[in-house]
């Protein structure tokens, strides 16, 4: 994190369109030079919105946005020097391939055969070379989402901002894209700032990730330390699988504590500093829980009543109620076959501490 | 096996049959009224354009006989029987007026023979042996009784140049009106000729109008794409309050609105008092805004801007708007943002548009007729004057078949260069 150039910087930046309701509050983010940075977030949490504040299309209402250490503010869009793929690709639909991505060189006044030139650069990146006659109405969706990207990146910009680029794209072309956009980053350095609400895909492309909700960042993080480390239960449940408990506090030992669930009392790994007594929310992965484990082998060990399984062929997910939760999903791997486990059995689960997060409940933090 | 084949294609058939058939039992009704209304006036206006049944009808034995004639000399007694005969029935028939106006047309001075003729015809009154046939084809007889009778009435029935107008008169079919309605002129032999340029009328108003029209389409693209683009970008609600702003012309009346016109641009009107008042103008040269060809396009272009803002504003809603918005961020400014990226994509529009005030224009009459005085008139007026006082029906129909010609080969025109499917009315 130290050592490299602040590429782009939100500092305190509110924003509201209504003049009452902020959609994007108190926003500070930091993004690298040469980074790949994900905004992820439900719909409506304001990530589209924080883009528009970037490329200059929204001011805010609030805090100051910064490009290299200079406040843009006063910076009208076509100045910004930013690529920018929408997410409906934007192609212009009466210009042929080789007008759309000429456009942007031809507003700066760059001379034919360079235009020319560049244009062709641009597309045998995406791989299209050849394509330039074609218009957009004549291209797969995949194929113009290529162009859209070598149009945001055929005057090379530094920067690179896409909002949900990918989301009209089936399974396939997508998991393919997302490699492509990766390719094309690494190869041409640039700083991408990438919004999507697929948490998938924000994991398999970002450097680090920034968690939207509800106008806030819950947390920024590469996506491992996302995944093994949430700080919010909202991160915990939106990255991945997890299962949340809520108790109090009953006793801290160093990073452990005992949390009293109503019915059973959990051993957790304590993330935020919290006293006796203090609401927590624990949260632990399905796949970190294992069943019928040798008794004495985890220090938290429970009855659990099956309440459905689900056979999704590598592994089985299990239905339970434990820990005064109906909704507890644990994961199995289908190294037995068939049968391992049946509806309506009583089971024994486990699980160690430092699988099971004690965090900050969601709603104390709105109050705060 | 096969007999139920047979029996599923039958009720197949049948059921698609019953599909068509309601179908066209639903369009029925507006088919019969436009069939009613539209197309068999249309026909009928068409049909009288190069039918002329007039003279054919009153005068069919001379006629018959003429068609033998060989034009050089003077016709057989036989025609000059027949036509006595057949002048004195059209008197009382009453349909010797019509008749004389058409080949009076043909040769002038015409008419006062044939009225005369006929005048004395009934003082001298029927005689044996007007029914002569056998002698029809023969050769010139100077004795015969009805030729001195009709050269003793005008000496007109002495020129062949006479017989030949009447002859060419009574052509059932006629390109006639069309010539006329080209400035062309047929003479009595037949050859086709331009109108010497001081009596062409009707192209240089055809002309005029088409000018007029242009610059009239012209006016509303100039003024109506400012509006529709504003209309376009503004938010849902107040989109409506602006359209209905545009729709208000729509529902004014017409004489209303042309009415306002003239208090506005006539000499003592509102525009030339405060031009006088501010003292850009002399109280004796205020501007003749009215009752001229300023006043026809002034009025004719507002009436005509709905037209064109209607179609430029579907078009324009159907724009993203995140196409302005990539053009900018791409480093265009809002102009070659706006030239390269939205007019191309409001073309279809702007073509919709400009078609439709352009045929409206060109067909208008009321406006021209109210505030266009003697110089603002366009074809349309002068079809109109054709029907109504001069009563040349024939020559009216050209026109408008003329019109009509301009108008399909403009559309033509326009579906090669744009292509209709393209074009969006609304
Ligand atoms: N132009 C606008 N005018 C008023 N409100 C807006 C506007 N754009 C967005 N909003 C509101 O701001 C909030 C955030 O919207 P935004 O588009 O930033 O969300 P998002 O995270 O991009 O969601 P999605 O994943 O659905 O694209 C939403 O509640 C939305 O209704
Ligand atoms: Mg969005």
Redesign the pocket.
Known sequence: MSGKTVHVEFEGVNKS??GRKL?VRDLNLRVEEGEFLTLL??????????LMMLAGFEDPTGGVIRIFGDSVGKVPPRRRNIGMVFQNYALFPHLSVGENLAYPLEVRRIERAGVVERVRRALRLVRLEGFEGRRPGELSGGQQQRVAIARALVFEPRLVLM??PLGALDRRLREEMQYEIRRIQRTLGVTVVY?T?DQQEAMAMSDRVAV?NR?RIEQVAPPEVLYEEPERGFVATFIGDNNLLFGRVLGVERDICEADTGTDVVKAFLVAPRGVGDRVTLAIRPERVALDPEPGRYSNEFEAQVDDIAFLGDHLRVRLTVCGSTDFVIKIANTVGHGAVLEDDRVRIGFTPLDCRALVPDEEREEG | MPGVIAEAGRSRLSSSFLRSLKAWLLVLPLLAFIGVTFIVPLGSMLTRSVHAPVVADALPETLALLRSWDAAGLPGEAVYAAAAREIRTARETRTLGQVATRINRLKSGLRGVLSRTARQLRSIGPRPGDHEPERAGQPPDDATPWRDTLLGIDDAWGEADTWLAIRRAGERFTARHYLNALDLTQSVDGGVVAQPPELRIYLPLLGRTLLVSLAITVLCLVLGYPVAYLIAQAPPKRANLLLLLVLVPFWTSLLVRTTSWIVLLQSQGVVNDLLVAAGLLGDEDRLAMIYNMTGTMVAMTHVLLPFMVLPLYSVMRTIPPHYMRAATSLGGTFFQAFRRVYWPQTLPGVGAGSLLVFILAIGYYITPALVGGRTGQLISNMIAYHMQQSLNWGLAAALGGLLLVCVVALYLVFDRLVGVDRMRLG
Do not use: A, I, L
């Open positions: 369109y209504d959609v977030g439900p719909s409506g949490s304001g990530k589209t919105t924080c909002d949900e919004v609400h939207f106008g």
